[in-house]
């Protein structure tokens, strides 16, 4: 896992604390999903 990525599951970690919303959230994790397949 690249460092990169890490700081990205950090700032998850963080925004999953901070934001309730289920449907921003997907979206998130949708992005950062893709971000992982692609690199």
Known sequence: MNRH???????????TRSVPNP???RIY???????IVRS
């Open 23 to 25: 449907y921003l959230l």
């Open 29 to 35: 994790t949708n992005s950062l999903y893709t971000e």
């Open 5 to 15: 990525l890490k700081r990205k599951a950090k700032d998850y970690l963080l925004i």
